[in-house]
């Protein structure tokens, strides 16, 4: 078999738009959308409204950090690093029943869990592009939950 291995039974999901616990504003939105873009993507699974759909995968932005990474010798900023947790849970809409559940936290120990992207506005990088590539990093391993393990 090719391709992504499915939950038998299961094949729409609704994912509502992402709460957020960060100050941030459309960090919600901007993770919602590249979940939704990765699941079309990968053809596993097809959107569906609420109502329709076999499952739902909701979730809230749990912590958005930035950090400096390397300043020039007039302590001006050269590269910082950009930092998204989210929670998430999987559920069968029909039984209720939870698929998945996963905390996805931030901090050097977890740091392999979060999404990392570093950038550098020197060389015209912007906080907004920042924060799009960490929402495509943290969806894909959002919606590879979706996918059984062979």
């Known amino acids: 078999m090719l391709g992504p291995s499915t939950v038998q ?22 993770l919602t959308e590249a979940i939704q873009q990765e699941i079309k993507a990968r053809g596993a699974y097809r959107l ?8 739902i995968l909701t979730g809230r932005v749990v912590d958005l950090r930035k950090n400096v990474l ?14 998204l947790g989210a929670e998430v849970k999987w559920v069968d809409r029909r039984s209720g029943r939870i698929l998945q559940e996963r905390v996805f936290p931030l901090g050097q120990e977890m740091a392999q869990h979060s999404s990392q992207v570093s950038f550098a506005p020197e060389v015209g990088q912007s906080f907004a592009t920042a924060q799009q590539e960490a929402a495509r990093r943290l969806a894909l391993q959002i919606v ?7």
């Open 70 to 83: 390397s300043e020039n010798r007039f302590d001006d900023v050269r590269e910082f690093q950009l930092m």
């Open 9 to 30: 039974g299961v094949r729409t999901v609704h994912v509502p738009v992402f709460k957020s616990e960060s100050f941030r504003r459309n960090v919600d939105y901007l």
């Open 144 to 150: 590879d939950l979706t996918e059984m393990p062979w």
């Open 48 to 55: 569906a409204d609420e109502a329709h759909a076999d499952t």
